[in-house]
């Protein structure tokens, strides 16, 4: 091993020794873990069928607010001075959003997220919009992250 420390190793080679060490691999797997791949990862949604919503950071203080639609692939983003502001940021892209979905009569029809999302205003907020034009959004928490599958 001081031989590869000490002198320019390929990469190619320091691959094949890595691949080839059962304590490298058994850290590997578990630091990364193998598991089945998700149900609905190769299910195809329409346009505004699933919505998901995470937060990223902190970074600078600030956070992230990333929400992806599963049937568009189309992602908007949200800068966030802080966690508090998640439910009004949430609520105001999932109104973006259904503004351009309504141009072409599509409705939202659910919107996944974890135990970070859950407030009541954000509750609230999609308790009243289940009855406002024939829309269904409903709030699915999602229990670790395996939320953008």
């Known amino acids: 091993m001081r031989g590869i420390i000490k002198g320019k190793v390929s990469w190619n080679k320091l691959k094949k020794v890595v691949a080839g060490c059962s304590i490298c691999n058994a850290l590997v797997n578990k630091a990364h873990g193998t598991s089945a791949p998700r149900k609905d990862s190769t299910k195809k949604y329409r346009v505004g069928e699933k919505l998901v919503v995470d937060i990223i950071g902190p970074s600078d203080g ?88």
């Not at 508090?84 to 940021?89: L, T, V, Y």
């Not at 259904?98 to 135990?115: A, G, H, M, T």
């Not at 409903?138 to 992250?145: A, E, N, P």
């Open 62 to 149: 600030k956070y992230g607010l990333i929400m992806k639609d599963l049937g568009s692939q189309l992602i908007m983003s949200s800068i966030l001075p802080s966690r508090s502001h998640a439910s009004d940021e949430t609520i105001a892209l999932i109104n973006k959003f259904r503004n351009q979905l309504e141009r072409f009569k599509l409705p939202v029809c659910f919107l996944r997220s974890d135990n970070e999302f859950r407030t009541h205003k954000l509750e609230r907020f999609c308790s009243e919009n289940e009855k406002f034009k024939s829309y269904y959004l409903m709030l699915v928490y999602q229990k670790d992250s395996g939320l953008w599958g």
